[in-house]
């Protein structure tokens, strides 16, 4: 993982079903735990559970990963990013308009 290219944590996750949920954990990181309504919901859930728990640590002090034991899936950090960079110049006037277009009409937001 390199500080400068941007690192993107990928980690050993075991997936359970539990009735009607399935649950992910990491072996490697304490706390990090998600569920989703199938599989492909709770892979994607992995991704932002593991971005969220890798976010607020150096790049280089994150725990090695170990490798996988038997049936655990590989599960790659999800970033999100805006669809396009905003401008330099981001004032009030520039914000206020844009955030009406992501509130309904209840004053909520979408």
Known sequence: ????????????????????WWCVSFRDLPGCLTSGRGRAEALRMAADALATWCAGIPPLRLPRPTGPAAGEVLVTARFNRPPHPLP?????????PLAA??????????
Not at 101 to 110: E, F, P, S
């Open 1 to 20: 993982m390199s500080p400068t290219k941007g690192a993107q944590p990928r980690y050993f996750a075991r997936i359970e079903r539990e009735g009607p």
């Open 88 to 96: 330099p110049a981001c004032g009030t006037r520039f914000l206020a």
């Open 101 to 110: 277009r992501w509130l309904n009409k209840d004053g909520d937001w979408r």
